[in-house]
């Protein structure tokens, strides 16, 4: 085996494995599995929702986000989010992934409406640690929408409500 051939194979290995991170990081959420999706984060990862949000961008800890994104999403009856034409651009133990979302989220009977649908794309950088690729820094990039945008607040309130917070 060259070395060439062994760098070509690695390079689709790390795609291969760049890819699985963005569809479980995905997948984690659509099933509140936040072990699942804990695994896809670095321990310390920046986020920027700004333009789904208005969210000022900064570094969570993984615990912090997973906490963050259980409170707001777990109140749904049910969530939707498609990851999709994947880019990916490897530099050594650093990576970038574009990916287009797709993002239903479905909670009947939520004032304003019982759906909102997100349309853009996530900007994932990801890096190369012991556990694998992690995302490290995380924008998503929200394009358009329609349905209920305050969805997420009805969401939030339902699951604190739940837990008698």
Known sequence: MTGDLEERVQRLE???AISDVVIRFAYGLDRADWELYGATLADELFV????????????????EWCGFAAEV????????HISSNHRIDIDGDRATCLSYMYAQHHLPGAPGGDELLMRGW?????????????????????????????IFEA???????????
């Open 14 to 16: 790390d795609r291969a």
């Open 48 to 63: 920027d929702f700004t333009e789904s949000t208005g969210m000022e961008p900064r570094i969570w800890t993984r615990e």
């Open 155 to 165: 969401s939030r309130a339902r699951f604190l409500a739940s837990r008698g917070s």
């Open 122 to 150: 996530y900007e994932y950088e990801l890096v190369r640690t012991a556990a694998g690729w992690q995302i490290d820094r995380l924008t998503q990039h929200y394009t358009w929408g329609t349905g209920n945008d305050s």
């Open 73 to 80: 999403l777990n109140g749904f009856d049910a969530r939707q």
